[in-house]
């Protein structure tokens, strides 16, 4: 069974950091892209960060310059680290795992930027 756990999210303060984990268990990580997602109240889920098995990385816009994404395959752990957030960054922060056509999804995590 595969299982992705998120953890790292909480309340931080505009300007400040967090380092979100997702660590997997069930599937050949090595071999999967793995992907940051978000969903802010009221809003479409939509795209992160992404690093593929050959570790190229891609980003939304918005959060270009302020989020990296990297993972340790010998840990089967993806991370983004998030700095310089703003309120706007507000949102549950989901992992994701895809080789198609299988795609996992971890439960999320809340990250709450406010002062």
């Known amino acids: 069974q595969v299982q992705l756990v998120e953890s790292g999210g909480g309340l931080v303060q505009p300007g400040g950091s967090l380092r979100l984990s997702c660590t997997a268990s069930?599937?050949?990580?090595?071999?999967?892209?793995m992907g940051w997602y978000r969903q802010a109240p009221g809003k479409q889920r939509e795209l992160v960060a992404v690093?593929?098995?050959?570790?190229?990385?891609n980003y939304a816009d918005a959060v270009k310059g302020r989020f990296a994404v990297s993972r340790d395959n010998a840990k089967n752990t993806v991370y983004l680290q998030m700095n310089s957030l703003t309120p706007e960054d507000t949102a549950v922060y989901s992992c994701?795992?895809?080789?198609?056509?299988?795609?996992?999804w971890g439960q999320g995590t809340q990250v709450t930027v406010s002062s």
């Open positions: 690093i593929t098995s050959d570790d190229y990385t």
């Open positions: 069930g599937l050949i990580f090595r071999i999967y892209t």
């Open positions: 994701n795992a895809r080789r198609l056509p299988k795609d996992y």
